[in-house]
């Protein structure tokens, strides 16, 4: 299984709280999220242009966010506005942090794979959703995805390869498979109905972790068999 | 304050490598730059612009590509 360019959960989004950053990855690309003071959150590069130093490391200034290292400041757009060193230069235009398109759907932030000025294809639809939890597994994101797909992990409903539904006790849950590198995959899941606390669908999900990270796939023909790894 | 100035590097370079290395920070900076000699070791290149991104420019030079080693810069007034 592979997938293509499109939109992938990276995070819960009531985790990022205005004036934070977090570094995340995608398809093994360094992206840094943040949350300005207005609460809209934004996914870039994780690069600061001036010396490459992660962002995710540095610290947001109102709507800006400033590198740890030596203080430039870029705005929502990515334009750098300040530089410490030059306090009265006028910034030109083409200092600025590559972007990716990012909203937040579902009580996720979503960002499109792909460093385009816009997505190609639309973004996840909102909906009500109360967040549950992120698992970071130490398995490559296609076993993860070919293992949910074929019910290794118990019964899915496969709405894209990224985004499944289950139901646990009555309350209705979306995974979205977060491809994070070549061998991790993250896993972030949200209550979409139901009556159940998030508590207990984290134990579910700390079982699910189990199974996706010892289950081993067997393809025979076109069916899966899944079975554990002898202890 | 808008510049101009024309800065000479001397050191061991790869000519390509180092005039592609400068035309992209040139160019991130947003300075005009006209290259004059590109050689094995010297360059010489004219660059116009603010003098704090100028400045910059120079610095980001001094370090270069991984495969050029700068060994000293001069500005056209300090030539005089």
């Known amino acids: ?231 | 304050m808008r510049d101009t100035t024309t800065m000479v590097f001397l050191g061991r370079f790869v000519p390509e490598s180092f005039a592609e290395f400068m035309r992209h920070r040139a160019a991130r900076l947003s300075l005009e730059a006209s290259f004059g000699t590109i050689g094995p070791e010297r360059i010489e290149v004219e660059v116009g612009g603010d003098e704090d991104l100028i400045d910059m420019f120079e610095m980001a030079c001094s370090l270069g590509p991984i495969d050029c080693l700068v060994l000293d810069i001069y500005r056209e007034a300090q030539l005089r």
């Open chain 1, 1 to 231: 299984m592979s997938f293509s360019a499109g939109w992938y959960a990276v995070a819960i989004a009531g985790g990022l709280e205005p004036g934070t950053s977090a570094g995340t990855r995608l398809f093994d690309k360094e992206l840094v999220i943040w949350r300005d003071k207005d609460g809209a959150s934004h996914a870039w590069e994780d690069r600061c242009p001036h010396r490459g130093m992660r962002l995710s490391f540095g610290f947001v200034r109102g709507n800006h966010i400033a590198c740890l290292y030596h203080g430039w400041q870029f705005d929502e757009a990515g334009q750098c506005r300040y530089i410490p060193a030059h306090p009265k230069l006028d910034v030109p235009d083409t200092i600025k942090v590559a972007r990716y398109p990012s909203v937040e759907a579902k009580g996720l932030i979503w960002v499109y794979s792909e460093m385009v000025a816009e997505a190609p294809v639309p973004a996840p639809e909102d909906g009500a959703a109360t967040p549950v939890r992120s698992l970071y597994l130490e398995r490559d994101p296609a076993t993860v995805g070919f293992i949910i797909e074929n019910g290794g992990a118990g019964p899915f409903e496969i709405l894209s390869d990224s985004l499944f539904a289950t139901n646990v006790e009555g309350a209705e849950l979306l995974v979205a498979l977060q491809p994070f590198t070549d061998d991790r995959t993250a896993l972030h899941i949200v209550i979409t109905s139901g009556d159940i606390a998030p508590a207990k669908i984290a134990v579910w999900a700390e079982e699910l972790r189990a199974v996706l990270e010892t289950v081993r796939p067997i393809s025979s023909g076109d069916a899966l068999l899944a079975e554990r790894f002898a202890s």
